[in-house]
């Protein structure tokens, strides 16, 4: 599974756009990029995946270089709440098994 | 709530014993994900269940060992406890085994082996 890099921590100003990066520089054609988050030792929480195109849902975008070596995720307007570990994971698309959790982006949300 | 049920929440046993963790899936999920999670290791691929069926391992020590029943609830059994199991257990699951089907996970039990 190719291996992600993520910077160990940032900060951000509540109601501002917070963009958490990812580098996947050996992703292979067939693996899907998902981000988590982990807020405070509760379950890691789903947010979004993509395969090649950018996505959007009700919490979050996920933006997609064209050459899919690095990835985006943008919480669109950051509130305290979104203070958390944020994961991206690449996941094979056939094995479609387990995620292997790096050790994430911690993000605080300052007021 | 991810509808991924763990129980129970909390557990405190001492060394030397054994303990049973459960998991029931969303409804309608086949696949069965467990992880453990300590201080110093992060969040650690256990093993993985289809269908009733174990579909992937992964670091999981000799003295622990899961299952799924036909209604889909998993355990996982944890024997002769040491100190070092203390950590959070996840049980996560997904309505297939494709990757582009996410994983949805409970919020864990919390045991710790004294």
């Known amino acids: 599974d190719a291996k992600t890099t993520q910077p160990p921590s940032m900060d951000c100003a509540e109601g501002r756009a917070a963009n958490l990066p990812c580098n996947h520089s050996?992703?292979?054609?067939?693996?899907?990029v998902y981000w988590y988050r982990q807020i405070h030792s509760q379950g890691p929480q789903y947010i979004i995946h993509?395969?090649?195109n950018n996505e959007t849902n009700e919490m979050a975008s996920l933006i997609i270089t064209e050459d899919r070596k690095s990835s985006t995720l943008i919480l669109p307007h950051a509130t305290l709440r979104d203070t958390a570990v944020y994961y991206c994971?690449?996941?094979?698309?056939?094995?479609?098994?387990?995620?292997?959790f790096g050790q994430g982006t911690e993000l605080s949300v300052k007021p | 709530d991810s509808g991924v049920t763990q129980t129970p929440k909390h557990l405190i046993t001492a060394t030397g014993q054994r303990v049973t963790l459960r998991c029931s899936p969303r409804s309608g999920d086949l696949s069965v994900y467990w992880y453990q999670q300590s201080l110093d290791q992060g969040l650690q691929f256990l093993i993985q269940y289809y269908n009733g069926e174990e579909r992937a391992k992964g670091n999981i020590l000799e003295r622990f060992s899961a299952q799924q029943f036909p209604d889909l609830h998993s355990e996982l059994n944890l024997s002769s406890l040491e100190l070092g199991d203390s950590a959070l257990y996840f049980c996560a699951s997904s309505a297939e085994v494709i990757a582009n089907s996410p994983l949805h996970f409970g919020n864990g039990t919390r045991l710790t082996v004294t």
């Open positions: 993509g395969l090649k």
């Open positions: 994971i690449v996941r094979v698309a056939f094995k479609g098994g387990k995620l292997i």
């Open positions: 050996t992703i292979s054609g067939n693996e899907y």
